[in-house]
């Protein structure tokens, strides 16, 4: 509520308004929102997990705050993952609202205390759970369970070189900086947004510009930044056909 209200005052001088990386609620002042699709984020980092298990086994899946709607759309987009193998794959535990380092390594650790014998994959879908069960995965020596974080942390960057982590997702931070302030400069110079452009509805806008997102493992993990750098250019390169009408 407080963002939107300062994105109304700058609407109201003229200035136009994009969301980057966390969408505004509804009603916003804000054109489109430019971010992760973190729904399919997930999904993609299920799926590279569960090919590194040889399409088989038990994950569990560490997730952020329930009161996010991002949460409930992560915890269906890994469960979606697993039933597409016919029940070759099961989440034996989901472990949520620990998006916060304090929450976070209570929970893991005994997790991996009490089951690490048990599961053989975990998949992070938050950056504080991301960094934890990487950091709980060293401590313990353990390189027989396999993990797919997400985000650049160079906590889970470290533990993908040194085999602790299978890989990340990158949410393409560059992108949304980098997209954001050319629609921003082409807006203030007298673009306007295409209404008819094939923007996605998510819980909070309808007017959802998926940022792209890259799976990155330990043969990419020195040069991840090109990752992101790549799914710019792809998106860039369509962006103001597809989403700006400008004369």
Not at 14 to 34: E, S
Not at 83 to 103: K, M, R
Not at 115 to 143: C, E, H, M, Y
Not at 172 to 183: C, D, K, L, R
Request: proline fraction near 4%; aromatic fraction near 6%.
């Amino acid at each position: 509520m407080g963002t939107n209200s300062i994105a109304s005052e700058l609407t109201a001088e003229g200035t136009p308004v994009i969301a980057l990386a966390g969408c505004l609620k509804q009603p916003t002042p804000a054109v489109f929102c430019l971010g992760t699709d973190t729904g399919n984020s997930a999904y993609l980092g299920t799926k590279e997990l569960i090919k590194t298990l040889g399409g088989k086994g038990k994950i569990a899946h560490f997730t952020g705050f329930l009161v996010d709607p991002n949460t409930q759309l992560r915890i269906d987009a890994v469960q979606q993952a697993a039933n597409e193998t016919g029940g070759a794959v099961e989440v034996i535990q989901v472990i949520a609202d620990i998006d916060a380092p304090e929450p976070a390594e209570e929970k893991i650790n005994a997790f991996l205390a009490a089951q690490a014998d048990k599961v053989d994959g975990i998949v992070t879908t938050a950056w504080v759970p991301a960094v934890v069960a990487a950091n709980s995965l060293r401590k313990i020596g353990d390189k027989r369970i396999k993990m797919v974080g997400i985000d650049h942390d160079e906590v889970v960057l470290k533990a993908i070189k040194d085999g602790f982590v299978h890989g990340t997702m990158l949410q393409n931070p560059y992108g949304q900086g980098y997209i954001g302030s050319f629609a921003m400069d082409k807006l203030r110079s007298g673009c306007t947004v295409n209404q008819d452009a094939p923007f996605k509805s998510t819980v909070l806008t309808n007017q959802f510009i998926d940022s792209g997102t890259a799976f990155v493992g330990r043969d990419k993990v020195d040069t991840y930044i090109g990752a992101m750098e790549a799914v710019t250019e792809d998106l860039m390169a369509s962006f103001e056909s597809t989403y700006l009408v400008c004369n």
